[in-house]
């Protein structure tokens, strides 16, 4: 895997965390685009995973916790509050559905 695929998955993952972090956070404020970045982001980390094999789960993991905190500061940031989150799961960022009412 090269330097260029790893920016690029944890790009994605920075965003598609950032974006649930503030989900969760800002439940009154959840919008459309939120939704949608996450779906993106899911969909690129997926496409990113088919041409670059490299970048398996245990990567990803590995890269869990400095990506987190990278989205928990620019969630906090955007939001101009602390996020109520001490970690997401992979469950959270990977699997779980985020609808809109």
């Known amino acids: ?27 009154n404020g959840r919008t459309k685009s939120w939704k949608n970045s996450i779906q993106a982001a899911r969909q690129n980390i997926v496409r990113l ?8 789960d245990e990567y990803i993991a590995a890269s869990f916790p400095a990506c987190f905190e990278a989205a928990r500061r620019a969630a906090e ?9 001490p970690l997401l799961t992979w469950q959270e960022v990977f ?3 985020y609808l809109l009412p």
């Open 1 to 27: 895997m090269g330097r260029r695929d790893r920016r690029a998955i944890e790009s994605h993952l920075i965003i598609l965390m950032q974006h649930i972090i503030k989900w969760k956070t800002q439940r």
């Open 77 to 85: 940031t955007e939001m101009k509050q602390k996020a109520i989150l």
């Open 95 to 97: 699997n779980d559905e």
């Open 49 to 56: 995973r088919k041409i670059s094999p490299g970048i398996t």
